[in-house]
């Protein structure tokens, strides 16, 4: 099954998990693994598939401007956010069962990781 669209098969040995429309439109779903924060009410992200650089330079001007409030996906593991972009935009956020309640807090994690460097990581 595609990794982005959830519907079709997607195409063996593909970089990205992806389906043919997918891969023909550019779009592809980045994993982020996400924890609390210092305060326990907040939540940070620990580990990604996208580099820390790649974050901060690709999509920070993104994710300042992205107003939408992420989807619930249950193919999703535990603690796991997932940013669907396509070319140079970001279509979605996608955010695991149990961060279901914490919901507004999934973005401004994803900017505050935008803006960290390296080696905050």
Same mark, same amino acid.
């Given at each position: 099954?595609? =990794?982005?669209?959830?519907?079709?098969?997607?195409? %063996?040995?593909?970089?990205?998990?992806?389906?043919?429309?997918?891969? &023909?439109?550019? &779009?592809?779903?980045? +994993?982020?693994? #996400?924890?609390?924060?210092?305060?326990?009410?907040?939540?940070?992200?620990? *580990?990604?598939?996208?580099?820390?650089? *790649?974050?901060?330079? +690709?999509?920070?001007?993104?994710?300042?401007?992205?107003? !939408?409030? %992420?989807?619930?996906?249950?193919?999703?593991?535990?603690?796991?956010?997932?940013?669907?972009? #396509? +070319?140079?935009?970001?279509?979605?956020? &996608?955010?695991?069962?149990?961060?279901?309640?914490?919901?507004?807090?999934?973005? %401004? *994690?994803? =900017?505050? *990781? !935008?803006?960290?460097?390296?080696?905050?990581?």
């Amino acid at each position: 099954m595609c =990794r982005v669209c959830l519907k079709r098969p997607e195409i %063996p040995d593909e970089r990205y998990g992806r389906c043919e429309s997918c891969a &023909r439109s550019g &779009r592809i779903a980045l +994993k982020f693994r #996400a924890g609390p924060g210092r305060d326990g009410k907040s939540l940070v992200i620990k *580990a990604g598939e996208l580099s820390p650089r *790649a974050l901060r330079q +690709k999509w920070q001007p993104q994710l300042a401007q992205f107003s !939408a409030s %992420p989807h619930v996906k249950n193919h999703l593991g535990l603690h796991e956010i997932e940013l669907v972009v #396509a +070319k140079d935009r970001i279509e979605t956020i &996608r955010i695991a069962p149990d961060l279901g309640p914490s919901a507004e807090t999934v973005t %401004p *994690a994803l =900017r505050l *990781a !935008a803006e960290r460097s390296d080696i905050h990581w």
